[in-house]
């Protein structure tokens, strides 16, 4: 049984273009979650994607954005790249039964240059 | 809003030594607490978790009673070993709340 698997593993963009990171969660699982994780810090949470919607949104601006889709997977979409976007952005799946237990994906590392 | 303060690292030990990393948590209502672990090279694991005051979390020889009363989850093991070389997060999720809130990590190297 497949974990969660993120793609691409490691990125690298420059400034003011668009990222698109992917997500696919554990079997069983029908919600999604995504973190930032910058250097030396702890996740932070960008937001959580439930039957194709948003349910729930951190801290972030507009610029960042996402997806899921029939299947369950998720896109993360970030515009107008900064160079403090730069961090590993994790992804995260659960499943409503099981509330709080939530597993990681080894997460997308982005380089904003 | 929620947030979790945890002890600073990095913290060294050798084989066989305690551990106790430090967390202590704001929030409102009842939150559920959890401590993480990152292995070099992996992604966030759940360690243990506890949903209520007085419950004890353990796995894998790690422990943390959820303290209501002074608002703490702090994480021990009686004996380390090299293998539990890793960063610790301890992190909450509130009783409305899907997302989880985590601290900084605490980076424990442990030395044969």
Redesign the interface.
């Known amino acids: 049984d497949a ?2 698997t993120q793609s691409p593993t490691h990125l690298i963009k420059t400034r003011g273009q668009q990222v698109t990171l992917r997500c696919s969660p554990k079997s069983g699982h029908d ?1 999604v ?1 995504w ?1 930032q994780q910058a250097l ?6 960008i937001f ?1 994607y439930y039957e194709e919607e948003e ?2 949104r ?1 801290n972030f601006p507009d610029r960042f954005s996402g997806h899921q889709f029939p299947n369950y997977s998720s896109e993360l979409n970030v515009n107008a790249l900064l160079l403090g976007d730069s961090a590993l952005y ?1 992804c ?1 799946s659960s499943s409503l039964q099981l ?9 997308t590392r982005l380089t904003v240059v | 809003g929620n947030s ?1 303060t945890q002890m600073e690292g990095p913290v060294t030990l050798s084989e066989e030594a305690f551990l106790t990393i430090n967390c202590t948590y704001t929030a409102t209502g009842y939150p ?1 607490l ?1 401590w ?1 672990v990152q292995y070099p ?6 360690l243990l ?1 506890a ?1 209520k005051a007085d419950d004890k979390g353990s796995n894998k020889g790690f422990e943390a009673t959820y303290r209501k009363e002074t608002t703490s989850f702090h994480l021990e093991k009686g004996s380390v070993q090299v293998s539990d070389s890793a960063v610790y ?1 301890c ?1 909450l ?1 509130g009783s409305n ?9 605490t980076t424990v190297t442990v030395r044969a």
């Open positions: 974990g969660v919600t979650s973190y030396g810090q702890g996740p932070q949470f959580q349910r729930q951190g994790l995260a509330t709080g237990k939530a597993f990681f994906g080894q997460g | 979790v559920s959890f993480y090279g992996e992604g966030l694991q759940l978790k949903t997060f992190a999720s709340d899907y997302k989880l809130s985590f601290g900084a990590g």
